[in-house]
């Protein structure tokens, strides 16, 4: 399992790696571009369930920890997916790979 680590308190999210990867390109993606944006996702019910929104933006620390040593082959489809839902008010939702499978292009 990887790790988010956000804000001066640290504060850590664990994500499997491959999601990790694809969540922390998006990231990049939007703050190359000076977009500041929510960060949202479900938390699962074997770790205590609810939902977890952050506010992404340049100023604020943030690392990515991952637990394996190589970087996936990144999903184009899950990228765009994640980088679409950024524009909505709510902000970017992370969705599993296989929803951004079936989602109209």
């Given amino acids: 399992m ?4 956000y804000g001066h308190s640290a ?8 999601t990790l990867s694809h969540v922390k390109i998006a990231i990049v993606t939007k703050l190359r571009r000076h977009e500041s944006f929510l960060l949202n996702w ?6 205590g369930g609810g939902r977890v929104s952050l506010w ?39 969705i599993p790979e296989a929803e951004a499978e079936t989602r109209p292009s």
């Fill in 56 to 94: 992404i933006s340049r100023e604020i620390p943030m690392a990515f920890l991952f637990s394996g040593s190589r970087p996936p082959k990144l999903n184009e489809r899950w990228m765009d997916a994640l980088l679409q839902s950024s524009q909505r008010t709510g902000g970017m939702v992370i």
């Fill in 11 to 18: 504060q850590e999210y664990e994500f499997d790696d491959r």
């Fill in 42 to 47: 479900q938390v699962p019910s074997e770790h």
């Fill in 2 to 5: 990887g790790k988010l680590i």
